[in-house]
T-cell receptor
Framework: RKEVEQDPGPFNVPEGATVAFNCTYSNSASQSFFWYRQDCRKEPKLLMSVYSSGNEDGRFTAQLNRASQYISLLIRDSKLSDSATYLCAVVYGNNRKLIWGLGTSLAVNP | EAGVVQSPRYKIIEKKQPVAFWCNPISGHNTLYWYRQNLGQGPELLIRYENEEAVDDSQLPKDRFSAERLKGVDSTLKIQPAELGDSAVYLC?????????????FGPGTRLTVL
């Protein structure tokens, strides 16, 4: 089993839709969790840190479920500009290494 | 605030040639990372620096890759000699210390093509 797993998609949704991605992690000692967004041929950009209590930033909501070892990202009212690959990343270990998923591809269609 | 700066943005070389990439992290960020990313994959850590010390280079192919961060600020990653399989995007990232230490910020990357 991979340390961090994501459904690669692609997720094709119409504008205005709500879409959710999950990311599972295998190490229960994982300490920090992040969602990054990566546009085609661009670098990953930090979208949200995921806190135990969950967090929301505008149309984006991130949740952490430690019992089931996954994090989620919910995007409401999808915009065309949300089309991108969404990478999750998890930190654990004394060396605090960031372990990456392969990403979930989202295409928002007009 | 300036972000992570990398150069060059693109590099095309023939196999067996050397190549070097440069990175200047966000000002004040003590931790610097070099990653390699292939199409459809997540970033793969090559080396991590805390100031001038390489604290994790377990994934760096040391037979052909080398890196340095002599003054604990900017860094250079070198490949010598390059192989066809080294074609990828080489990303540099940096992070601050303290509570936000795990949040990494990336530069635009160097897209390497080895012919």
């Amino acid at each position: 089993r991979k340390e961090v797993e994501q459904d690669p998609g692609p997720f094709n949704v119409p504008e205005g839709a709500t879409v959710a991605f999950n990311c599972t992690y295998s190490n229960s000692a994982s300490q920090s969790f992040f969602w990054y967004r990566q546009d085609c041929r661009k670098e990953p950009k930090l979208l949200m840190s995921v806190y135990s209590s969950g967090n929301e930033d505008g149309r984006f909501t991130a949740q952490l479920n430690r019992a089931s070892q996954y994090i989620s990202l919910l995007i409401r009212d999808s915009k065309l500009s949300d089309s991108a690959t969404y990478l999750c990343a998890v930190v654990y270990g004394n060396n605090r290494k960031l372990i990456w998923g392969l990403g979930t591809s989202l295409a928002v269609n007009p | 605030e300036a972000g992570v700066v990398q150069s060059p943005r693109y590099k095309i070389i023939e196999k067996k040639q050397p190549v070097a990439f440069w990175c200047n992290p966000i000002s004040g960020h003590n931790t610097l990372y070099w990653y390699r990313q292939n199409l459809g994959q997540g970033p793969e850590l090559l080396i991590r620096y805390e100031n001038e010390e390489a604290v994790d280079d377990s994934q760096l192919p040391k037979d052909r890759f080398s890196a340095e961060r002599l003054k604990g600020v900017d860094s250079t990653l070198k490949i010598q000699p390059a192989e066809l399989g080294d074609s990828a995007v080489y990303l540099c990232a940096s992070s601050a210390s303290g509570l936000a230490a795990d949040e990494q910020f990336f530069g635009p990357g160097t897209r390497l093509t080895v012919l």
